[in-house]
């Protein structure tokens, strides 16, 4: 899994029995792959950006060879026989996606980009690789994200205990599960940006030298900006009802281009936009969730809950719900959507739809992802 962070390639290897909700996941490795400095950059220029077909050709395929990489490295690293491993998925880098149909060339079309070319990963590893998962949930109707929640209820659902699993990635994102339900009933969520603007503002305030705001500490020690925050938090998506997803499309450079030209110092706008962060994910909890079900616990992954002081902000703004880690429950926080996507990827394998229209919009539960066999 490599997501809208576009900080490296999360790898999990895991061992997986059963079928549908009657599973047996056991992780046996997990490892992250961080992305070389030049491969980021040419990532974000091909992002929701005017650019050329060349260099997304060129990426696709490279990025075929880094993921076959990350995971034989990760194989080395836990000493694991990569001939012994079954099934490869992977999500892909997105490099656009609209969910959301819009006007095009007389007709309304929704679409999604990610780029990784399995068939280099497949040809590299020895081993069947599922890969463009999210064009079939857009084909039938839905938004083509998020498609975690399949795997966040299959981890997290608890019979006495409503739950919402967060995961702050470069985007946020929510799956809500009530207490004792069925699948049907989830409902799951982008919340609006994760980490994507924080990061964006740390890199031009550093000159590079870091891509994240470490344990938050210079959102702790800036001052928060209420005017713009109040501004920001007026974006038509935050009132959208779900299920809706979002990216780079609406929180991307652009959105970064427009605070930088406001004048606010960037250490503000970095505590800014990581208070905006916060509230925004509470307010989708307290708005979308709660008139749903009683929340007894938010479980945070992603690369969000490494920072200190947006978990602080959090755990401040939940109260009195409990404020916990995927960690909590034995599923590396760094590691969870690239768990989700080997499960998505054995259920393909074995033609069970995987995605939940409750959560994507889609007319019904499809199969996921196209097969390149070895």
């Known amino acids: 899994m490599s997501g809208t962070s576009l900080d490296g390639i999360d790898v999990a290897i ?4 059963g079928a549908r909700f009657k599973k047996d996941i056991r992780v046996v490795a997990t490892y992250t792959a961080p992305y070389p400095g030049a491969v980021r950059e040419a990532l974000l220029a091909v992002s929701n950006t005017m650019t050329h ?12 060879e880094l993921y076959a990489e990350a995971f034989l490295a990760t194989c080395r690293r836990a000493r694991i026989d990569h001939e012994s491993v ?12 609209e969910g959301c149909p819009v006007e095009y060339l007389g007709r309304r079309v929704a679409s999604t980009l990610q780029i990784g070319e399995s068939a280099v990963i497949a040809e590299r590893t020895g081993i069947h690789t599922i890969s463009n998962f999210r064009e079939r949930d857009i084909a039938a109707g839905g938004s083509g ?3 975690a929640p399949y ?24 799956t809500a599960i009530p207490a004792h339900s069925r ?18 503002l740390v890199t031009r305030l550093t000159g590079g030298k870091e891509k994240f705001d470490r344990n938050g500490a ?7 900006n209420e005017r713009l925050l109040a501004s920001m938090l007026s974006d038509p998506y935050y009132y959208l009802d779900p299920p809706k997803s979002c990216g780079r499309e609406q929180f991307g450079a652009e959105h970064v281009s427009d605070l930088l030209a406001t004048g606010v110092p960037l250490a503000d706008l970095i505590s800014t936009a990581t208070e905006l962060t916060a509230i925004s994910i509470v307010k989708a909890i307290m708005c979308f969730v709660e008139p749903l079900m009683k929340i007894r616990e938010v479980i945070v992954s992603g690369g969000g809950a490494h920072n200190r002081f947006l978990m602080k902000r959090l755990r401040t703004l939940l109260h009195p719900v409990e404020l916990k880690t995927s960690a909590d429950y034995g599923i590396d926080i760094d590691a969870k959507e690239a768990i989700a996507f080997a499960v998505l990827a054995y ?22 992802g196209k097969v390149t066999y070895y």
Do not use: C, W
């Open 347 to 368: 259920e393909t394998f074995d033609r069970r739809p995987a995605n939940l229209p409750s959560a994507t919009g889609a007319k019904r539960s499809v199969l996921l």
């Open 145 to 147: 994200a998020p498609l």
């Open 218 to 224: 210079i959102a702790a020690r800036a001052h928060l």
């Open 14 to 17: 895991i061992d997986i029995k």
């Open 183 to 200: 699948p049907e009933r989830v409902v799951a969520f982008d919340t609006g940006p994760g980490n994507m603007i924080i990061d964006a």
């Open 86 to 97: 079954d099934l490869i998925g992977s999500h892909g880098q997105t490099i656009f996606h």
């Open 151 to 174: 795997v966040d209820y299959l981890l997290f659902r608890d019979r006495s205990r409503g739950r919402v699993a967060l995961n702050i990635g470069g985007i946020a994102n929510l």
């Open 53 to 64: 077909t060349a260099p997304i050709s060129r990426l696709n395929f490279l990025l075929g």
